[in-house]
């Protein structure tokens, strides 16, 4: 394990030192485009005032024919563009891929000044980790980037659960993770064919009735446990959760609901793959007025955040004072980035 003294220190002559703390930023949807269609290129102006963090994908769902284009394209709008308090992430292509080491080397030469967080796919252990914080750390140094560029792990391989843990303890690039359930799903052989989302066979049936009529069947959530294990392995090391892909782009009821579930167990924000899918994101990823109203109310009962006072006939004290900041804190975010919902919540 490396020395503690350490761990701060640039990995490079040159490189800029790692933060202490994450950028606090809002990022409640991280929209994927593809770089190499010049009609999605044209429309990343528009797109950025819209989302909270723009992607360029490199890795899957482009063809490999596409790969080099994708990559030029990626570099080409990440230079011209201004994106503003937009974030910029790309996601290369996995590292034992033809495609992952050009998409660093030639990503963080030409535009590593504008580049946010580097999405590594398939990340298996922290020696993925390390061997990309190394790199990005001599070509920081090579090419004079003045912010260190963050690292987002997906979390998708069985081996990746695994340890995931010591992948968020791996650098202080780590920015967070995200959940991939596709890859996840073959890599553990799930019997599944979809993109996140739940399964009508996967659940548990109630008791027969006395009377033998129709046992109820509860559908349970296929991604409990990972997006659990996900959001404590972050959290506990300082970092970001977030849900994946959602893939059924007609059915937005499932995919407020997946949603749904990652953000009351602790994700920030999710991937959006499909326009339609950003409103959905937003709304999901912006704490309810209600709920901030009410937390609004707790810590003013309780100014200085211990005691126990009664509000509405429910139980306050430090622990919930807690609950509360946290939603009052992310709902002061979304209002500096979204003022209506701002004015909705009172700020
Ligand atoms: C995302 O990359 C996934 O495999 O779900
Ligand atoms: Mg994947």
Same mark, same amino acid.
């Given at each position: 394990?490396?020395?503690?003294?350490?761990?701060?220190?640039?990995?490079?002559?040159?490189?800029?030192?790692?933060?202490?703390?994450?950028?606090?930023?809002?990022?409640?949807?991280?929209?994927?485009?593809?770089?190499?269609?010049?009609?999605?290129?044209?429309?990343? $102006?528009?797109? !950025?005032?819209? +989302? =909270?963090? /723009? #992607?360029?994908? %490199? *890795?899957? @769902?482009?063809?490999?024919?596409?790969?080099?284009?994708?990559?030029?394209?990626?570099?080409?709008?990440?230079?011209?563009?201004?994106?503003?308090?937009?974030?910029?992430?790309?996601?290369?292509?996995?590292?034992?891929?033809?495609?992952?080491?050009?998409?660093?080397?030639?990503?963080?030469?030409?535009?590593?000044?504008?580049?946010?967080?580097?999405?590594?796919?398939?990340?298996?252990? $922290?020696?993925? !980790?390390?061997? +990309? =914080?190394? /790199? #990005?750390?001599? %070509? *920081?140094? @090579?090419?004079?980037?003045?912010?260190?560029?963050?690292?987002?792990?997906?979390?998708?391989?069985?081996?990746?659960?695994?340890?995931?843990?010591?992948?968020?303890?791996?650098?202080?690039?780590?920015?967070?993770?995200?959940?991939?359930?596709?890859?996840?799903?073959?890599?553990?052989?799930?019997?599944?064919?979809?993109?996140?989302?739940?399964?009508?066979?996967?659940?548990?049936?109630?008791?027969?009735?006395?009377?033998?009529?129709?046992?109820?069947?509860?559908?349970?959530?296929?991604?409990?446990?990972?997006?659990?294990?996900?959001?404590?392995?972050?959290?506990?090391?300082?970092?970001?959760?977030?849900?994946?892909?959602?893939?059924?782009?007609?059915?937005?009821?499932?995919?407020?609901?997946?949603?749904?579930?990652?953000?009351?167990?602790?994700?920030?924000?999710?991937?959006?793959?499909?326009?339609?899918?950003?409103?959905?994101?937003?709304?999901?990823?912006?704490?309810?007025?209600?709920?901030?109203?009410?937390?609004?109310?707790?810590?003013?009962?309780?100014?200085?955040?211990?005691?126990?006072?009664?509000?509405?006939?429910?139980?306050?004290?430090?622990?919930?004072?807690?609950?509360?900041?946290?939603?009052?804190?992310?709902?002061?975010?979304?209002?500096?980035?979204?003022?209506?919902?701002?004015?909705?919540?009172?700020?």
């Amino acid at each position: 394990m490396k020395n503690p003294l350490n761990f701060y220190k640039p990995l490079a002559v040159g490189a800029p030192t790692p933060l202490r703390e994450l950028p606090v930023r809002l990022e409640r949807t991280i929209h994927f485009f593809p770089p190499q269609s010049e009609k999605m290129r044209a429309k990343v $102006p528009s797109m !950025i005032q819209q +989302v =909270d963090v /723009l #992607l360029g994908n %490199l *890795e899957d @769902a482009i063809p490999a024919d596409a790969k080099e284009a994708a990559r030029a394209g990626f570099i080409e709008v990440a230079k011209a563009v201004d994106f503003g308090d937009t974030g910029l992430w790309t996601r290369v292509n996995a590292l034992n891929s033809p495609w992952c080491l050009d998409d660093i080397i030639q990503i963080v030469s030409a535009a590593g000044d504008k580049l946010d967080v580097l999405m590594v796919p398939k990340v298996e252990g $922290p020696w993925d !980790i390390h061997y +990309v =914080d190394q /790199l #990005l750390a001599q %070509l *920081e140094a @090579a090419h004079h980037v003045k912010k260190p560029i963050l690292i987002h792990a997906i979390l998708e391989t069985a081996q990746g659960v695994k340890n995931v843990n010591e992948i968020a303890q791996a650098s202080p690039r780590m920015h967070g993770m995200s959940l991939g359930p596709a890859d996840l799903s073959a890599s553990r052989g799930m019997k599944t064919t979809r993109v996140g989302g739940g399964h009508p066979f996967y659940g548990v049936l109630a008791d027969a009735n006395e009377d033998g009529s129709e046992r109820t069947f509860f559908q349970q959530d296929l991604w409990h446990y990972t997006v659990a294990r996900m959001v404590d392995a972050c959290m506990s090391n300082g970092l970001k959760a977030f849900y994946g892909p959602f893939g059924d782009f007609e059915d937005n009821d499932a995919c407020k609901a997946q949603f749904r579930n990652a953000f009351l167990q602790g994700c920030l924000g999710t991937w959006t793959l499909h326009p339609k899918q950003i409103e959905i994101a937003k709304d999901v990823f912006s704490p309810e007025v209600d709920e901030v109203l009410f937390a609004k109310r707790i810590l003013e009962a309780m100014p200085d955040g211990s005691g126990a006072v009664m509000i509405d006939g429910k139980m306050q004290d430090d622990a919930t004072w807690k609950q509360a900041s946290v939603i009052v804190n992310l709902a002061k975010l979304v209002a500096k980035k979204d003022p209506e919902r701002g004015a909705a919540y009172g700020f």
